[in-house]
């Protein structure tokens, strides 16, 4: 520890009067000054004046004791106890301060004895580690105000010695059981000023303040700046849900507030509050002067109209980029143009104007490609048809760059409504070579599930390229979305309506090769297609028939159980883990507990979903009584109406029968006409209709 040349020099010379006069004015100036004192005494050591080194430590020492400074004691034990005290007597000293410390704590005595501070007494090293943790321990005391992530704020409300463990009141999670050993890791103790400690000791002082004041108070308990969404969990209870969005409109207006990242930058948008409205604006010039150009448009946008100046000062730096972006980068001086616009600050006559883009680009795909905003990029596509002839050209070179469906939108309609047989090649190229423009050919076949008339163009060669774009790398960004397209009310089961008997063979071929799905989504089209042509009808006796709303159901609840609650129950798991003995702990066996019925469930609906089979309306034969039909009896005192479905819809109470039931296999394959015996009455069937 470095000393000062004062001292250095006395040491050298062997002064040390000198020293003990200099110990002495910093004993009664700064008694808490540890480095200055130990680096002495070290140094006094090193000159093997270890005996007089002890003794002005000693007199260190009775001051402190005198001044009742206990936490500086314990801190100079720790730094160099063992030249004042022998092992033996050190621990005692540490033990001493330690109660002096802590004593009135209620659960200090059995906190020590929990550590094994009365134990291996010699083993100092050992002894430091024990306090270490016991003071970790003692932030969590009962009354403490702690933190959780994933449970926020809460109280201490007991602490268990047997089970060594702490309860802790959540607001939303009460008679949480936190072990000693997990403590220090889940658990962070809140200082005095912090918002979600004032809101538990506090809370009717926090909800009187002003919506600015409030996101003062939340922004300044942290040292890191915080996103919207965290500081609505912060103010949970305090801020209702219904009066958010007019709290936070309100509060973030305020001068002070800085805001960082978010749009046009790196990271979610984030929240500080600088010292003065001057010291924000200076923030924001700053960070304006430090970002990429796109940034700067975020920034003039959103901070702008905090100060006249600062966004003539803004507008005119992003001019200057304008003009330079100009011929390099068209697409950031059109996005720069309109932010100038939108600001007020735009100049008149400016040579690259958008108008005068569009109309002069030598390569107006590349400047319309090149403006990142989609809305400006839409702006960009209606003008390029009133400033340029060659615009549906430009247009089909804009189709294989554009990725947003809504902005293909715009250019699609454009095209059918202006240049429609440069339409309609564009759409007959995108079905027989999707992979050349993999974003529009999505949109078309998401389009196709509402427009009959796409459909109907060549619905077997959609179908195959649909299901085939599923494993082509071009495909990847878009996988899921066509995925989606193959489930119930999408486009591949619409299109099966519009294939003929001589297509079915191939259409069952291309769902059958589409390994892209799971097995229940091919197993579903199958069953269409069975359903629809009597031809590729399979028998199969293990099957469960089921409707499309019962299988969207049950496809949920797997997806609800694989993706939420089965990640929730093993966090869930883990924290009942750290919270100590196993054995005891009835959070851990619950949650095994459910772990193991979630993995049981999931089981149980993946083998049923694998195996199911599409009650279908469309292509039903009414000729006899089918899974899928509503029947109406008619017998010799009162009529009755019976539906068959599967076991999923079964509902005696209403007569709607599971195919698997006794009665409905009676009724199933009986013709109009035909004879049911039901409760020793005879039948007859007077009516076959689909279920609904």
């Not at 130990?38 to 270890?50: D, F, K, N």
């Not at 403590?183 to 809370?203: N, T, W």
């Not at 046009?264 to 509050?273: C, N």
Request: charge should be neutral; proline fraction near 5%; aromatic fraction near 6%.
């Amino acid at each position: 520890m470095t000393i000062s040349r004062t001292i250095q020099a006395h040491l050298a010379k062997g002064d040390f009067a000198a020293v003990e006069s200099d110990w002495l004015a910093q004993l009664g100036e700064a008694p808490t000054d540890l480095d200055y004192f130990v680096g002495v005494a070290r140094a006094l050591v090193g000159t093997a004046e270890e005996e007089r080194a002890r003794f002005l430590l000693e007199m260190l020492d009775e001051q402190l004791k005198e001044q009742a400074r206990w936490d500086v004691r314990l801190k100079l034990l720790e730094r160099i106890g063992a030249v004042l005290f022998p092992p033996e007597k050190l621990h005692p000293e540490i033990l001493t301060s330690l109660d002096r410390l802590y004593a009135k704590r209620p659960t200090y005595k059995g906190l020590r004895e929990a550590v094994g501070l009365t134990k291996a007494i010699h083993d100092i090293p050992k002894t430091w580690e024990k306090v270490e943790r016991l003071q970790g321990l003692l932030q969590f005391d009962v009354g403490a105000i702690v933190w959780m992530q994933g449970r926020g704020a809460g109280r201490v409300v007991e602490a268990n010695l047997g089970l060594e463990s702490f309860k802790v009141d959540f607001e939303r999670f009460p008679g949480l059981t936190v072990g000693f050993k997990a403590a220090p890791k889940l658990l962070l103790s809140l200082d005095k000023g912090h918002v979600l400690r004032r809101k538990i000791e506090e809370p009717q002082v926090l909800a009187a303040l002003s919506p600015s004041e409030l996101l003062r108070v939340t922004l300044q308990s942290t040292a890191k700046p915080m996103t919207a969404g965290e500081i609505r969990e912060a103010l949970y209870g305090l801020v209702s849900e219904s009066g958010w969005t007019a709290w936070w409109g309100a509060a973030r207006k305020h001068p002070q507030v800085v805001t960082s990242g978010g749009p046009g930058g790196a990271g979610r948008q984030t929240y500080t509050w600088a010292e003065s409205s001057g010291s924000a604006l200076d923030s924001v010039w700053r960070t304006f002067a430090k970002v990429p150009p796109r940034k700067k448009i975020d920034l003039l946008k959103k901070d702008g109209a905090r100060d006249p100046d600062l966004r003539r000062r803004m507008a005119a730096e992003l001019l200057k980029l304008g003009e330079t972006a100009a011929d390099d980068d068209p697409g950031l001086a059109f996005e720069i143009w309109f932010a100038l616009e939108r600001s007020g600050d735009v100049p008149d006559g400016l040579p690259w104007a958008p108008d005068v883009l569009l109309a002069e680009a030598a390569d107006p795909v590349r400047l319309l490609s090149g403006v990142e905003e989609r809305l400006l990029r839409e702006r960009g596509y209606t003008m390029l048809r009133e400033h340029r002839k060659d615009w549906a050209g430009v247009y089909m070179g804009l189709l294989a760059q554009e990725a947003d469906p809504r902005a293909i939108e715009v250019l699609v309609d454009g095209l059918g409504k202006g240049a429609p047989r440069d339409f309609e090649r564009f759409l007959d190229g995108l079905v027989s070579a999707p992979h050349r423009h993999p974003a529009a050919f999505v949109w078309l076949a998401e389009r196709a599930a509402s427009d009959e008339t796409l459909r109907a163009r060549s619905p077997l060669r959609l179908l195959q390229q649909i299901l085939g774009s599923l494993n082509r790398d071009e495909f990847a960004p878009y996988r899921q979305r066509l995925v989606t397209l193959a489930e119930s009310g999408g486009t591949v089961p619409r299109l099966l309506t519009h294939l003929t008997e001589e297509q079915a063979a191939q259409a069952d071929d291309a769902v059958h090769r589409a390994s892209g799905l799971e097995p229940f989504q091919r197993d579903q089209l199958t069953n269409a297609l069975e359903l629809r042509f009597s031809t590729l009808r399979r028998e199969n006796q293990h099957a469960l028939y089921a409707t499309a709303e019962s299988v969207d159901a049950k496809s949920a609840e797997l997806h609800q159980i694989m993706t939420v609650d089965v990640p929730a129950n093993r966090k869930a798991i883990e924290e009942a883990r750290a919270m100590g003995d196993l054995r005891e702990n009835f959070e851990y066996k619950s949650a095994r507990a459910r772990h193991e019925y979630l993995n049981a469930r999931a089981a149980a609906l993946n083998g049923e979903l694998q195996r199911v089979r599409l009650i279908e309306i469309a292509g039903t034969d009414l000729s006899e009584v089918r899974i899928g039909t509503r029947v109406r009896l008619e017998g010799p005192a009162r009529q009755r109406t019976i539906t068959i479905l599967g076991p999923w819809e079964s509902r005696p109470e209403d007569d709607v029968l599971s195919y698997e039931s006794d009665l409905a296999k009676q009724i199933l394959g009986k013709r109009l006409g035909g004879e049911v015996e039901i409760g020793g009455l005879a039948y007859k069937v007077a009516a076959i209709e689909p279920y609904r």
